[in-house]
C-alpha cells in the first residue's frame, strides 16, 4: 500500500521556521520525485517544491526561494522541507506528493499519490 505522511506543520509566528517530513512508503522511492504543494481557504492547490530522489535536483516557487529549502533522506523514504522566515501566506495545509517527475508547475495531475496533509499556520 502507497502511504505519503506528512509531519511538522503547526502554529508559528510570522518570521519563524518550521520542519515539514514526508514519510514514504509502499513504492520504489529512488523511482520517484517528491513535491510538496499546498492550499489555502479558497485557493487552489499550488506547487511549492520538488525534489528528484534519483539525482537531488531540486525546484522551487518563486513565493518561496531563499526561505524554504527541500531535502531528502533516501535511507529514510523521507523528505524535509524547512520553511524558515515564514509569513502568514505562507498559511496553508501543506501536501506532499510522489509522482514520475520533479515539477511545481505542472499541476497536480503530474503526482500519482498524496498524503494527507499537515496545517502550517503563521501569525502575523
Known amino acids: 500500500e502507497v502511504q505519503l505522511v506528512e509531519s511538522g506543520g503547526g502554529l508559528v509566528q510570522a518570521g519563524g521556521s518550521l520542519r515539514l517530513s514526508c514519510a514514504a512508503s509502499g513504492f520504489t522511492f529512488d523511482d520517484y520525485a517528491i513535491g510538496w504543494f499546498r492550499q489555502a481557504p479558497g485557493k487552489e492547490r499550488e506547487g511549492v517544491s520538488c525534489?528528484?530522489?534519483?539525482?537531488?535536483?531540486?525546484y522551487y516557487a518563486d513565493s518561496v526561494k531563499g526561505r524554504f529549502t527541500i531535502s531528502s533522506d533516501n535511507a529514510k523514504n523521507t523528505v524535509y522541507l524547512q520553511m524558515n522566515s515564514l509569513k502568514p501566506e505562507d498559511t496553508a495545509v501543506y501536501y506532499c506528493?510522489?509522482?514520475?517527475?520533479?515539477?511545481?508547475?505542472?499541476?497536480?495531475?503530474?503526482?500519482?499519490?498524496w498524503g494527507q496533509g499537515t496545517q502550517v499556520t503563521v501569525s502575523s
Open positions: 506528493a510522489a509522482g514520475p517527475f520533479c515539477t511545481v508547475v505542472a499541476g497536480t495531475g503530474a503526482y500519482d499519490y
Open positions: 525534489i528528484s530522489s534519483s539525482d537531488g535536483s531540486t
